[in-house]
């Protein structure tokens, strides 16, 4: 299949630019039946036994304003730790520099390891602290670029679940949730589990044209935890459905998997990359946003809905649905 075959048009006035209060007032529609609801009616969409598995991931401040030995400035974006000393940066302009280039940000002295490709390098970075503690108070916290919007606070780009610093951009669909709907859901039946996978920014870059399996996917670090494991294995053998909070979810989860559809504990790296004619081992439904066109994510979005993908953002962009990352929902019910 051909990129262009999950492409579509989508409206600037459709892109969310401000984050809707309280969070879980946004929009939330139902695939199934494309019934238009509200986020704080998913206790009663879902079904007293469904486990929910959660990202716990938290978007790290990894925009920093770093000088050259030359005194020019560029602007960092320290997207995934290689090592305690080897870190994947994008930089803006990329355009003069060099392996060897030196740059310097407050108490963090880093070396360019890696000729700019795409505007991203390989950094050796040399601190007295641990990186992430110097970018609590040094960095800024990355929003996406299409965001022109102004939050009151950073944590609103953060999730409720956030826990586990190290991703470049948040699980967006668990943002909807709060402490009375997670309460109210508890209070009727439905679980909760949590995984962590560190989201990196190539998830959301539009593909190329050509083939959609000629992309490249990244890696992305995950970790699922024994008590994760042991309630989805709980979920299925009581009958319940494995509800997947986001497109990361989704990966960590068909990652982990087993052939017999159990989930293995543990930590590791995904490329996976999931397209239609892939037949998911685990997770029975997704919550999740609208994404953007000719991304790996629409592509998951098709494999997990088929061919109604397209009636279905057809639907959201007609009725005023909010696309993209501070945007509304969708609940899909997996086709098996």
Known sequence: MDTSSFDYDLPESS????AIEPRDAARLLVARGM??????????????GDLLVVNNTRVRPARVHALKETGGRVELL????????????????ARRIRVGTK???????????????????????ASDEPVDDVLTTLGEIPLPPYFHGVLDSDERYQTMFAATIGSAAA???????????????SERGIHFAEVDLEVGLDTFRPMDDGPILDHEMHQ??????????AAIAEAKERGSRVVAVGTTVVRTLETAAATDGSVRAGSGATELFISPGYRPRVVDAVITNFHAPRTTLIVMIAALMGPEWREVYDHAIEFGYRFLSFGDAMFIEVNQ
């Open 15 to 18: 892109i969310a630019q401000e």
């Open 220 to 229: 992305e670090r995950y970790t699922v935890p024994p008590s994760a494991a």
């Open 35 to 48: 019934e238009d609801r509200a986020f704080i009616d998913l206790p009663q969409i879902l079904t007293p």
């Open 78 to 93: 320290l997207t995934k730790r290689i090592s305690e000393t080897e870190w994947e940066s994008m930089v803006r302009p």
């Open 171 to 185: 699980p967006t669909a668990a943002l909807h949730f709060t402490p009375t709907l997670v309460a109210a859901m």
């Open 103 to 125: 740059l310097t940000a407050g108490p963090l002295a880093m070396t360019v390891t890696t000729e700019p490709e795409r505007g991203i390098v390989t950094l050796f970075v």
